[in-house]
C-alpha cells in the first residue's frame, strides 16, 4: 500500500530558530515529490524534488531528496512567525495521482 | 487570472441530503482533481480528471460522483449525504506532464 510518513506532526520554535521536517515514503512507483504549505486556506506550492541529492532552495526554505532511503527532508532557517503554517508532503507515483502525508504544524512563536 | 475557484465556501446539509460542489480553473489545465482533508489525516483523493472527458476514482470515491464538464470545470457531486462526509474539499489543478498541482480555496462541508 502506498504512503507518504511525515513526521513530526506538530513542532513548536521560537523565532530565529532552525527546523527540520521529515517525509517518508513508500510507493510502487515514483515520479516527484512535492511540498506545500497550508496557512489558513488552500495549499500553496514550495517545492518539486525528482532527483536525488539536488537541494532546491527558495530564500530560507530548502529541500533535498533522498530516494535510496525514500525520503525527503524541508529545511526552515531564520524561522519566522509568518512560517506557521501546516507543512505537506505529497508523492506522485504516476501523472495523475498524489498521496499526501498528514503534514505538520509548525508554530513558530515570537 | 483566477486560478482555481470553488463553491459555495460552506454548506451545511442534512443527512441523505444532496448537492454539488463546484470547480473551476482558468489556467488551461488538462488535470483536475478532488480531495477531502479530515483533521489529522493530509489530503486524500476522491476523484481524478486526467484530461476533459475522463474521470477516474482515488483512494475514497463511495458516496461521491464527478462531472468533467469542459476543460475548465469539474463537479463534485454527493447523492446522499453522510455524516462521515462531513469535511473540507479542495479542488486542484495541474498540468498533465509532471507539474505541480494549484488548489483552490476550499468548501467546508458540514453534515448533520
Known amino acids: 500500500e502506498d504512503k507518504v510518513v511525515q513526521s513530526p506532526l506538530s513542532l513548536v520554535v521560537h523565532e530565529g530558530d532552525t527546523v527540520t521536517l521529515n517525509c517518508s515514503y513508500e510507493?510502487?512507483?515514483?515520479?516527484?515529490l512535492l511540498w506545500y504549505k497550508q496557512e489558513k486556506k488552500a495549499p500553496t506550492f514550495l517545492f518539486m524534488l525528482?532527483?536525488?541529492?539536488i537541494e532546491k532552495k527558495s530564500g530560507r526554505l530548502s529541500s533535498i531528496l533522498d530516494k535510496k532511503e525514500l525520503f525527503s527532508i524541508l529545511n526552515i532557517t531564520a524561522t519566522q512567525t509568518g512560517d506557521s503554517a501546516i507543512y505537506l508532503c505529497?508523492?506522485?507515483?504516476?501523472?495523475?495521482?498524489?498521496?499526501f502525508g498528514s503534514g505538520t504544524k509548525l508554530n513558530v512563536k515570537p | 487570472n483566477a486560478g482555481v475557484t470553488q463553491t459555495p465556501k460552506f454548506q451545511v446539509l442534512k443527512t441523505g441530503q444532496s448537492m454539488t460542489l463546484q470547480c473551476a480553473q482558468d489556467?488551461?489545465?488538462?488535470?483536475m482533481y478532488w480531495y477531502r482533508q479530515d483533521p489529522g489525516m493530509g489530503l486524500r483523493l476522491i476523484y481524478y480528471s486526467a484530461s476533459e472527458g475522463t474521470t477516474d476514482k482515488g483512494e475514497v470515491p463511495n458516496g461521491y460522483n464527478v462531472s468533467r464538464l469542459n476543460k475548465r470545470e469539474f463537479s463534485l457531486r454527493l447523492e446522499s449525504a453522510a455524516p462521515s462526509q462531513t469535511s473540507v474539499y479542495f479542488c486542484?489543478?495541474?498540468?498533465?506532464?509532471?507539474?505541480?498541482?494549484?488548489f483552490g480555496p476550499g468548501t467546508r462541508l458540514t453534515v448533520l
Open positions: 486542484a489543478s495541474s498540468e498533465s506532464s509532471n507539474n505541480e498541482q494549484f
Open positions: 505529497a508523492v506522485r507515483p504516476n501523472f495523475n495521482k498524489f498521496y
Open positions: 510507493v510502487t512507483n515514483f515520479r516527484s
Open positions: 489556467m488551461n489545465h488538462n488535470s
Open positions: 525528482t532527483s536525488s541529492g
